[in-house]
T-cell receptor
């Protein structure tokens, strides 16, 4: 089945630094990937839609200059949290759409837990 | 506005009990509906999905869901739950190849 990986699985950084999270589709090509964040005991909130070769589309209330998204290839999207602050601590999850599949199922990565100290 | 509502925040059942988790959606146009499960410490997995056709959808692990268009509902059911079904369950809705909106989730606890 379709597999999506994320790296790193967890990261601790100091306030003011930047952190990059990678999302890879391992056995399929994904023209579209999505980035979510999940707070403890809460649902997934969509942050942005990442399209290969074009600018990401951000949801209302998400700062695009703070959460930089790059989708440079059909198998890789990256999320960079710039100038991280403790309130950015969260669980970040990506998902990917298989461009060749007839279904519209998203395949989810295992998530990255970010802790900003 | 597009939204997905799950009214049960936490459900506690005994093993072998029947399960029904409610999900209502508000979505313009053609809608695709999903149920995802998140076991403790694991990532989201798709339980089942509805795109078109038979409104009664069967998924993995004995789960099923029924799409009732007139009620804007897509409730998840299982006739007999097991302890291993303890998890967080998310209902979601989306259009074709577009973003998915998740409900707030329902935590299911099964007493052995």
């Amino acid at each position: 089945g379709a597999v999506v990986s994320q790296h790193p699985s967890w990261v601790i950084c100091k306030s003011g630094t930047s952190v990059k999270i990678e999302c890879r589709s391992l056995d399929f090509q994904a023209t579209t990937m999505f980035w979510y964040r999940q707070f403890p005991k809460q649902s997934l909130m969509l942050m942005a839609t990442s399209n290969e070769g074009s600018k990401a589309t951000y949801e209302q209330g998400v700062e695009k200059d703070k959460f930089l998204i790059n989708h440079a290839s059909l198998t890789l999207s990256t999320l960079t949290v710039t100038s991280a602050h403790p309130e950015d601590s969260s669980f970040y999850i990506c998902s990917a759409l298989d461009r060749l599949a007839s279904s519209y199922e998203q395949y989810f990565g295992p998530g990255t837990r970010l802790t900003v100290t | 506005a597009q939204s997905v509502s799950q009214h049960n925040h936490h459900v506690i059942l005994s093993e072998a009990a029947s399960l029904e988790l409610g999900c209502n959606y508000s979505y313009g146009g053609t809608v695709n509906l999903f149920w995802y499960v998140q076991y403790p410490g694991q990532h989201l997995q798709l339980l089942l999905k509805y795109f078109s056709g038979d409104p009664l959808v069967k998924g993995i692990k004995g789960f099923e869901a029924e799409f009732i268009k007139s009620k804007f509902s897509f409730n998840l059911r299982k006739p007999s739950v097991q302890w291993s079904d303890t998890a967080e369950y998310f209902c979601a809705a989306g259009g074709s190849a577009s973003k998915i909106i998740f409900g707030s989730g329902t935590r299911l606890s099964i007493r052995p």
